[in-house]
C-alpha cells in the first residue's frame, strides 16, 4: 500500500543552483582510476552519484546505532550464501555509492578485485537522518535505476522503516511499491523473492 507522508519542515532544501560554467561529469572507471593513483584517498568522504562526486555527511551516534542494529538483525537472519557488507561500495553503470548496509552474495573474497554489481545485491539499507530526502529521491533513482530489487530507509526522523520495491529503470526510474512499518510493526526480510524473516521496527530502530 502506497503511503503519503508530510515532509517535516526540518527536512526542506532550498533549490540548488549550479554555477555558469559547465560541469564535468567522471565515469565510474575515471572515478575508480582516481582511487587507483591517489587523487581520492581512503580519508575523503567522498561516493559517485550519477556521475557527481559528491561528500558524504558526517556520521551522527542515531545514524551509527542503527546501523549497528540493522547489522545484529539481519546477521544471524541472512542465508548462508550472503553476506553483509557496512558502508561499502556498490558499482552500477553511473555510480559508485557506499550505502550504510547491503546484503550481497557471498563470499567475502568474491569482491576482493571489485566492489559488487546490481545482480550481486538482495538489500540496500540507508540510514537517514538529515539525509532523508536524497535518499528517498536521488539515492532511490540510483537504486531504482540499478534494479536493486529492495531498497530501505531506516528513517530516523520518523521512527520507521520504509521499504521500496519493484524497481522501474529507463528514462525516470522509480521504485513503484513503497511501504512505510512503523514502530510496533514488523517487517518482512526479503531477499530474492522470498520471505526468509520479520523483524520489529522497533528492533532496528535507535530510540
Known amino acids: 500500500m502506497s503511503v503519503a507522508i508530510k515532509t517535516p519542515p526540518k527536512l526542506t532544501t532550498a533549490p540548488v543552483e549550479l554555477p555558469p560554467w559547465l560541469l564535468y561529469r567522471f565515469t ?9 593513483i591517489g587523487i581520492l584517498t581512503e580519508n575523503d568522504r567522498v561516493e559517485l552519484l550519477e556521475g557527481w562526486i559528491t561528500t558524504k555527511m558526517p556520521r551522527t551516534p542515531p545514524h551509527d546505532a542503527g546501523i549497528s542494529l540493522v547489522q545484529a538483525e539481519l546477521t544471524p537472519r541472512i542465508p548462508a550464501e550472503w553476506i553483509l557488507r557496512i558502508q561499502s561500495a ?13 546484503v ?6 568474491r569482491y576482493a578485485k571489485a566492489h559488487p554489481k546490481p545482480r550481486d545485491i538482495g538489500l540496500l539499507v ?4 538529515s539525509t532523508l530526502l536524497n535518499d528517498r529521491n536521488f539515492k532511490g533513482r540510483i537504486y531504482a535505476r540499478a534494479r536493486i530489487p529492495v531498497y530501505w530507509i531506516l528513517n530516523l526522523v520518523e521512527n520507521k522503516v520504509e521499504v521500496y520495491t519493484q524497481p522501474k529503470s529507463g528514462r525516470s526510474p522509480v521504485y513503484q511499491q513503497r511501504r512505510d512499518y512503523g514502530i510496533d510493526e514488523v517487517v518482512p526480510l526479503v531477499i530474492e523473492d522470498q520471505e526468509i524473516a520479520r523483524i520489529p521496527v522497533r528492533d532496528l530502530l535507535p530510540f
Request: aromatic share 4%; charged share 35%.
Open 28 to 36: 565510474v572507471k575515471q572515478y575508480r582510476h582516481m582511487n587507483e
Open 104 to 109: 550481497v552474495r557471498g563470499p567475502a573474497r
Open 126 to 129: 540507508e540510514a537517514a537522518e
Open 90 to 102: 556498490i558499482n552500477t553503470s553511473d555510480s559508485e555509492p557506499e550505502p550504510d548496509v547491503a
